[in-house]
């Protein structure tokens, strides 16, 4: 019998691609979110639920190789002003789903955290693996709390785990939500000749990675042997962008002009952050393989397509 890959957090933007890819490369997987999601493989088992005490995931995980811990309820912005909707929502269920893991050796985990929201500005210099981390959200605070669990965990117990600290992800399937990616929000803008109310002064910079890259990175990490203990990999493109030179490119890729607001900044919004990508080209031969640009075009593609 073959062993399922447990995929938690199935029905986001970034579960769902992981979960067909990985049917796409024959693995049987077995895809958990908590609202319905249409998978056209047959390797893929559907499971939909609110997962939050020990019971909730016994079962899954129980029957599995590995798990795949996508789930989250919330953003840097959205969880301003709220921290119990960081430690009820995320960390919490996260904590009984590590109580269960506890009794299962054989069980790997890969969790995906955040990079944005936890490292600190570092001047001209990329942020590593190794730098001190600086959570100015809620939302960061409850990924670095849940790192240092999985930590806990892998020593307690001699397991093995992998953190993915992604740079902010974009591509094809992104739905347009608030407070859930500023790509999306900025094409929808311009698909609907609208205002993108934009927070400070456009001069923020980040790394953006396509989607396809990371679903890559992550399907090499679930196929590679995991040493024992918690090991931090970076996500990302290692290129800088600021948000005035991402409009620049939305506007050439899309043929339209891109109408801005600008507002007071966020305390939950870092000037600048801009990962390295030298531990995932050492450990996994990983390099983000989609430009920008080609990205972009891609994405305004896929939205002004009819099969979405």
Not at 5 to 34: K, N
Not at 145 to 153: G, H, L, M
Request: hydrophobic residues 40%; aromatic residues 8%.
């Amino acid at each position: 019998m073959t062993h399922p890959i447990i995929v938690l957090g199935a029905g986001g933007f970034i579960g769902q691609q992981l979960v067909r890819t990985l049917a796409q490369h024959g693995e049987q997987v077995v895809a958990v979110s908590r609202s319905a999601v249409q998978f056209e493989f047959a390797n893929i088992e559907t499971r939909i639920g609110v997962l939050r005490e020990p019971k909730d995931f016994a079962s899954l995980v129980a029957n599995s190789r590995a798990v795949v811990y996508l789930a989250t309820t919330s953003t840097p912005g959205s969880s301003a002003g709220r921290p119990t909707q960081d430690v009820t929502g995320n960390l919490l269920p996260f904590a009984a789903f590590l109580e269960v893991l506890q009794d299962h050796a054989d069980v790997e985990l890969l969790y995906l955290s955040s990079g944005g929201a936890l490292y600190a500005p570092a001047g001209d210099s990329m942020s590593n693996e190794t730098m001190q981390v600086r959570p100015l959200s809620y939302h960061g605070a409850g990924k670095i709390a849940a790192e240092y669990f999985i930590s806990a965990w892998c020593d307690q117990y001699s397991r093995k785990a992998t953190i993915v600290r992604p740079s902010n992800v974009y591509g094809p399937g992104q739905p347009e939500r608030a407070e859930f990616g500023i790509i999306p929000a900025a094409l929808g803008k311009i698909k609907r000749s609208e205002t993108l109310h934009v927070w400070g002064d456009g001069s923020a910079v980040r790394d953006y990675l396509y989607i396809d890259d990371l679903v890559r990175l992550m399907l090499t990490i679930l196929h590679k042997p995991t040493p024992k203990g918690a090991r931090v990999v970076n996500a990302c493109s290692g290129v800088g962008v600021s948000l005035n030179e991402l409009f620049d490119v939305l506007q050439d890729v899309t043929g339209v002009s891109l109408s801005c607001s600008y507002e007071t900044s966020r305390a939950v919004d870092a000037s600048r952050v801009v990962m390295d990508p030298t531990l995932a080209k050492r450990e996994y031969n990983f390099l983000a393989a989609t430009p920008l640009h080609e990205g972009l075009r891609r994405t305004w593609a896929w939205l002004n397509s009819t099969t979405h």
